[in-house]
């Protein structure tokens, strides 16, 4: 199901360049801005800013959304840019192999990227506040979130040659706009399957954090979109023809 | 042509011959790129998939104009959801993706296939190249940050039941509007072009100028509204802030209750001094890059 | 293994992007030995090797590598190896990781020693360490070509392999591929320069325009266009008069007055299309139309004269 040489390729393809670090660093504005909140202002909204702006709104909401794109479209999107797609599609692997390994490896990168910013963002915002469960509630939607919109992005790139601006198109016009003016279709935006997962780690009251999506239909569509974004990866892949060279 | 003879040595005369005519000159040459450049913006002459993206995005910064006059046109003229100062505020989104999705073509395109070196080899020099890139790009942005308001400038008055006083109540906003569309389009220009010129690769310049815009903007927020103090200054960091800052010093409106600029609280002259700044520094950058760059 | 078929079975392939017919209702099979693909650049070869790798769906007719279908058929890739023409590389990986991992995903049992042996093939031991991203054009091919045959696949396809190689690694890497084919192998390889097919190629596809237009043995086509009686139909405002002053030309050895029509035979295909031009005017006579009676076979002399 996995390929540990495929695991390894990707891991160098995706970390060994100026690219990681850069995300690190992203990652860790929110960690910053926590800081400067922590420094600035007394507890007394500490909760409340640290579930909704820092976490929900940054991290979940930007970092999140942003790190998955940057890994999710360049763990294969990178090789058919490159022309190098044609030395692991010419073996003989199944395709699922191909594109579960691709997609552990940007989930993994994703995953550890943001849930670093979300732990540190969460304690240091929180500052000695009683935490009821925030900062393992958002752990737990970055984990989650990182493998929808991974498997979500892997299928764009290999689905569309400009992955980056329909993935952006998808986050910044979909999800920042469309969601927020039409309640109606919060039902297909991942980050709010990852602020519902939140919830259900969260005791704190809802005037803290309130998410619009509940915790049972958010697994629920997290689930769908995974599994439906990876068969649909696996079918692209194996109709996968090559273009002109560009 | 004779027949090829293997034992002897011959050179064909295939009739080549020297170009004679006129030669357009430098001039000529900057305008071809300018407008070709100005095409290619919108994918036309070039195959379907890359029409698709631009023509996309440019019908989304159209929307918020169609469904004022639709409001207008259906419920009633008096309902006015979009100000001229604050349609900016409706595409701004819009606007970024666009140049997140079109400036690493309008630069790297060159670059990636290694055809800058027919360019500089011409009458057209390194600092032309840039410059007419920016300024046919500055062109594209200014049908998204012009044109759906012009839209609505003559919907509505046709929309109206009492055109001469539409006009006499709107002309005012008219200067205005063009300086705000005008000076959004090439900051926007010169600002991701500066981005997304220092490289090749496509995903690294998208990514470049998404952060300016859209990454920048809930961070200024944050350090304005949660951070104050030196924070403040963020708004300087964030294009959507300070353009926004900017068309409300140039409509002479003043900043709304609990936005960023109130709150930010500098003068909103201000904003229009960092809008020259960036569209200064950016077009330098644009400039040095190509004046540099391996061709 | 179904020894029976063919290695390589191509049956009415065509291929068409939207308008543009690449590949048109292409028939033919191989066996073992070297095959060279010449045709001119844009002939559509390059569509034709992906179609046999498997990297692209025939839009009509069939395309079996080892007696099975190529498209959608990640198996097939055991026993055939594909060098495209593109020079990517993993900048990152050393030669000799670049080689040890194609080795992997196939599945060898002893990947080291393939891999070594495959770069040994190559002659690239002196630079296997060292990262591919800094390799000159001729290495990355090299390269590329010791990965892709590291499963000693039954057939290699190579995509206008001699590019970028200088005359001695070129001579190299023809003898290696005479050597596999000597094995049994079947070796297919695009190029369009005629001296490359006419060295290596123990038979030859001669593709212009996406079409087939001449295949087997390179000296028998060759002996083919040059020394096979050609014919012409001419259409004149006098046929009979130009027919008189067709045959006083030394290329013209018969000429044929029927109905309409004349149909005029030369022995030299060259000389005599320079020729009528001239013989036309000075007899007074205007042609209204000059036509190969076999255009395929035209299409490929021409190719093959003009180089």
Known sequence: ?246 | MQPADARTGNIYDLGYRNYTGKRLGRRHAVLALYFYTLRGAFGLGRRTSSKIIPIVIAVIAFLPAVAQLAIAALVSDEVDIITPEGYFGFVEVPIALFCAAIAPEITGRDMRQRTLSLYFSRALQRRDYALAKLAAFATALTLLTLMPQVLLVFGNGLATNDVTGYISDNWADVPGTFAAGLLIAVLCAAGSLAIASQTPRRAYATVGVVAWFLISFPIANILVFAIGGVGRYAVFASPFDFIYGCTLWIFGVGAEFESVQEEAGFGLWTYFVAVLAYIGAGAALVVRRFARVSA | MTQESPAVEVDHVSRWYGNIVAVNDISFALNGGITGLLGPNGAGKSTLLHMLAGFLRPSAGGVRVLGEPAWQNPAMYRRIGLVQERESVYPFLSGYEFVLDSARLHHIAEPEKAALKAIHMVELESAMSRATGGYSKGMKQRIKIAAALVHEPQVLLLDEPFNGADPRQRLQLMDMLRAMAKEGRTVVFSSHILEEVERLADDVLVIVAGRLAASGDFHEIRKLMTDRPHSFFLRASDNRRLAASLVADASVYGVELAGDDLRVSTSEFASFTQAVAGVARRAGVSIYEIRPTDESLESVFSYLVKR
């Open chain 1, 1 to 246: 199901m996995i390929d540990p040489t495929i695991l390894r390729l990707t891991v160098r393809q995706l970390l060994g360049q100026r690219r990681s670090i850069v995300m690190v660093l992203f990652a860790l504005l929110p960690v910053l801005l926590a800081v400067l909140y922590a420094l600035e202002n007394d507890s007394s909204d500490a909760q409340e800013w640290t579930a909704k702006v820092a976490l929900g709104g940054l991290v979940i909401g930007l970092v999140l959304p942003f790190t998955a794109l940057v890994f999710g479209t360049a763990a294969l999107g990178q090789e058919f840019e490159d022309g190098t797609a044609v030395y692991l599609l010419a073996k003989p692997i199944p395709r699922a192999t191909i594109v579960f390994s691709k997609l552990v490896v940007a989930w993994a990168a994703t995953t550890a990227v943001v849930v670093v910013s979300a732990a540190l963002t969460g304690a240091i915002g929180l500052s000695g506040e009683p935490g009821e469960g925030i900062i393992a509630g958002f752990v737990a939607a970055a984990v989650v979130g990182s493998l929808v919109y991974c498997a979500a992005f892997l299928w764009l790139s290999i689905a569309t040659s400009r992955a980056l601006i329909v993935g952006l198109l998808y986050v910044f016009i979909w999800q920042g706009v469309v969601v927020s003016l039409f309640s109606g279709v919060r039902y297909f935006s991942i980050s709010q399957y990852a602020l519902g997962i939140a919830k259900a780690f969260i005791t704190a009251p809802d005037e803290i954090f309130d998410p619009r999506l509940n915790v049972a239909p958010a697994v629920l569509f997290a689930v769908l979109v995974t599994v439906g974004a990876t068969w649909l990866s696996v079918r692209a892949l194996q109709r996968w023809e090559i273009g002109e060279a560009t």
